[in-house]
């Protein structure tokens, strides 16, 4: 569809409208943006803080709630009181208790046992199967807040105070990342244009809000979520509108500043925006496929805050040219930019063959140490030291041994479940004869304690080898626990990455052939989208499960990565990656379709592309990066593996293995088999 063709369409009414009118479009945006404020804005308070590591209907997760039913209590102690007890202070610890025990949502405390040196002493306080956890934890904390003497932690403590941090973290990086963005827009976008990015980035972040805050009453979104759409969200209301506005100023250079300059613009930058956000959006929405809430609740965010950060861009940005027109011309051109990338890519393609191969070696070698990942699962160390909730944690571990926790826990319904306890006494790894509780109802419950941390690797063993105890029986045993819930996590995982990693795959493809017509550049894109997310992977194994740069980073290493982080950084990596990728090839494409030799039509796009695309890996790095200051630390590993993603993918893929694989190619770069390429021109998604 050409110009003048678009004459009477919608999207020409609503361009016009939107150019003509830009200060009348301006207050609407204020309207909605301050609506979506006041509706969206609360939505961080309302997201889920707890679990969602493993399926909601794992074995795990079912033995917790047969117990619950039987019971009417929570298996194991959702808050952990550490009392001091100097000499004579056993008053302390029982003045500790009656408050506990006068608290909403307990429903027992006991006292579970004392430290070594006899300087302090456990009490547990066990919840009600229908408490809410975060109203309790919250009343723990503030019951004690004035007592010295008195440290609060436990499971349900470790959620409140999570969430509080997340609060925290997102107030530092803001306050880090947007002086810093602010200043690098000045510079990059030029004047009154830096204006563009923070319009589009306060309407992406705030509508994604409110989209959130709908999605939140029919599935609960995990408070994760926010980190990644505030930093996601600024990073691509970036790139999106740096490649709209470098695009305006090219056709305010040839048409003045008119409604078909405008029009230009949303017909080739806008259509490669267009695309850019269904590409991320479709590799985020992979993490659907994962029964795991943290991983669909990530899924979900990036692949609305994809959506919307791209109708923000196409809707904001010509109320901004319409305004502002001529002005938001650039004062000096960046011939010099494309110039040198024009150079680079033409010396690169001189021996495309040995710089292809070079590359990928280097990039292999760095992603290696992926290789040799080891999964751990969500411990104590990821809550903060200075938090309360992981002092109590630590004191537990180092003083107690892991007293006022039960490692493995089996809920039998049925007969059996006295022989099976005598049989699970003898495994290896349990340390105590255990004995079968009637809960009533036909229900039972053996606690097992076993040797090592409750999800280590004795603990897991214990746990595979019961439930084949209770298969080979024919009882009807489930088994809980951290251990189980590691367990169920990894089954869970295993079972859905295949299908997640075909979709991902195929949904690519797609998206780009949508885009080309080439069933060759989508094969090639994710190839190298691998090899980018390979070196962010290997590097977050190399700095986080081998220990390194823990001063400067301030996390704890706990010897491993936590499985369903490291999926998200892959996703996140393979997303961005694919993004610019798309801004590449659109202009490339748009080259070769005017009329370029193909080597000449590769050096073109990459001269036009490559400072902004530069330019944009900057941006973004900074604004998802920023989050490598948190404190809890897998949130802090999703932005460093990102921002390392980010930057190999603009400086080393863009920069040397596109042009060198273009070059090398030549024509079959753009190859399709006839009757599919028949079918790409019948659904009429070219610009024309």
Do not use: C
């Amino acid at each position: 569809m050409n110009l003048t063709q678009l004459t009477g369409t919608p999207s020409r009414r609503l361009l016009r409208a939107l150019h003509d009118h830009p200060r009348r479009a301006l207050v609407a945006l204020f309207l909605f943006v301050a609506v979506a404020g006041a509706a969206g804005g609360p939505v961080a308070g309302a997201l889920r803080s707890d679990g969602g590591f493993t399926p909601g209907d794992a074995d795990s997760v079912r033995a917790v709630e047969r117990i619950e039913a039987a019971t009417g209590l929570q298996p194991s102690p959702g808050v952990v009181l550490l009392v001091e007890t100097p000499p004579g202070g056993d008053e302390a610890v029982e003045a500790a208790a009656d408050t506990l025990a006068g608290l909403d949502g307990v429903a027992r405390t006991d006292v579970a046992g004392a430290a070594q040196d006899g300087t302090s002493a456990l009490v547990v306080g066990t919840l009600a199967a229908d408490a809410n956890e975060e109203a309790t934890a919250r009343a723990a904390l503030d019951a004690f807040a004035d007592d010295d003497g008195v440290t609060v932690g436990g499971g349900a403590v470790v959620g409140v105070q999570l969430g509080e941090q997340i609060g925290q973290d997102l107030a530092r990086a803001e306050t880090f990342a947007f002086p810093v963005l602010i200043l690098l827009s000045l510079l990059v976008f030029g004047g009154r244009a830096a204006v563009l990015p923070l319009a589009v980035g306060v309407t992406t972040v705030l509508g994604t809000f409110l989209v959130l805050t709908g999605i939140n009453q029919v599935y609960g979104v995990s408070v994760f979520a926010l980190n990644l759409i505030i930093g996601l969200g600024l990073g691509l209301a970036i790139d999106y509108t740096l490649f709209l506005l470098t695009r305006y100023r090219e056709e305010l250079d040839r048409q003045g500043p008119t409604l078909d300059a405008v029009l230009t613009t949303m017909r080739t930058a806008g259509r490669t925006v267009v695309f850019s956000a269904a590409t991320v959006a479709v590799a985020l929405a992979t993490l659907l496929v994962f029964p795991m809430g943290f991983l669909r609740s990530m899924g979900l965010a990036g692949a609305v805050v994809a959506v919307v950060a791209a109708a923000a861009a196409l809707v904001v940005s010509p109320m901004i040219f319409g305004l502002w027109g001529r002005k938001l011309a650039r004062r000096r051109t960046n011939d010099a930019a494309e110039g040198r990338w024009y150079r680079v890519s033409h010396a690169v393609m001189r021996r495309p063959g040995l710089i292809a191969v070079a590359t990928a070696a280097v990039m292999l070698v760095l992603a290696a140490p992926a290789l040799r990942t080891a999964w751990t699962p969500v411990d104590g160390t990821i809550v903060p030291p200075g938090q309360s909730a992981r002092v109590v944690s630590d004191t537990v571990e180092g003083e107690y041994g892991g007293t006022g926790t039960t490692p493995v826990t089996i809920a039998v319904e049925g007969d059996g479940a006295t022989e099976l306890a005598r049989q699970a006494s003898g495994l290896p790894g349990v340390i105590a004869p255990a004995e079968a509780a009637d809960l009533g109802g036909g229900v039972w419950q053996v606690d097992l304690e076993v040797t090592g941390d409750p999800a280590g690797e004795d603990a897991r063993t214990v746990v595979t080898d019961v439930r084949e105890l209770a298969a080979d029986a024919g009882v009807d045993a489930l088994v809980a626990g951290p251990a189980a819930d590691f367990i169920d996590q990894q089954d869970a995982i295993a079972d859905s990455l295949p299908l997640a990693a075909a979709l991902l795959v195929l949904l690519t493809v797609l998206v780009l052939w949508l885009m080309t017509g080439s069933v060759v550049l989508p094969v090639k894109a994710v190839v190298m989208n691998a090899l980018t997310v390979g070196v962010a992977l290997g590097a977050l194994t190399w700095i986080y499960q081998d220990g390194r740069l823990t001063g400067l980073l301030g996390y704890t290493p706990n010897g491993g990565i936590e499985p369903t982080n490291f999926l998200i950084a892959a996703a996140v990596v393979f997303a961005l990656s694919t993004d610019y990728g798309v801004f590449l090839l659109g202009r490339i494409k748009e080259a070769r379709e005017s009329g370029e030799p193909e080597r000449e039509a590769v050096a073109v796009g990459l001269g036009r592309t490559g400072a902004v695309v530069t330019a944009a890996a900057l941006l973004l790095a900074v604004a998802i990066g920023a989050f490598s200051s948190s404190e809890i630390s897998f949130i802090q590993q999703i932005g460093i593996a990102t921002a390392i993603g980010v930057l190999v993918d603009a400086f080393v893929v863009r920069s040397l293995l596109v042009p060198a694989l273009m070059g090398l190619m030549g024509k079959w770069n753009w190859w399709a088999p006839m009757w599919l390429r028949r079918v790409h021109d019948r659904i009429g998604v070219s610009e024309r």
